[in-house]
Nanobody, 121 residues
Framework: QVHLVESGGGLVQAGGSLRLSCAASGSILSINAMGWYRQATGKQRELVATITRSGSTNYADSVKERLTISRDNAKNTVYLQMNSLKPEDTAVYYC???????????????WGQGTQVTVSS
């Protein structure tokens, strides 16, 4: 079993900041890429940012220069620092991780349960 647990969501005013965390635990052999997606009400889930094990990053154009993804491999944790937040950033944010488990020796994508981020104008 593998679990991804997100934290750090909440309500913030436009222009404010939040930091999301996502910690993976369980039968983990290794974690390759990790990422954040979001889903606003009535919209499809969309990519926010991804990061490889070595630290290479990729961002959606809408969040570049405002959101920063990082990870701590020793803690199996990925972070999303969100600055200059806008009302259109309001969504449920989901983390994912491509994990090789100790009991299933192939890479599988695992998802967290999601954390709500609400940005008021």
């Amino acid at each position: 079993q593998v679990h991804l647990v997100e934290s750090g969501g909440g309500l913030v005013q436009a222009g404010g900041s939040l930091r999301l965390s996502c910690a993976a635990s369980g039968s983990i052999l290794s974690i390759n890429a990790m990422g954040w997606y979001r889903q606003a009400t009535g919209k499809q889930r969309e990519l926010v940012a991804t990061i490889t094990r070595s630290g290479s990053t990729n961002y959606a154009d809408s969040v570049k220069e405002r959101l920063t993804i990082s990870r701590d491999n020793a803690k199996n944790t990925v972070y999303l620092q969100m600055n200059s937040l806008k009302p259109e950033d309001t969504a449920v944010y989901y983390c994912n991780a491509d994990i090789v488990r100790t009991d299933v020796f192939k890479e599988l994508r695992h998802w967290g349960q999601g954390t709500q981020v609400t940005v008021s104008s």
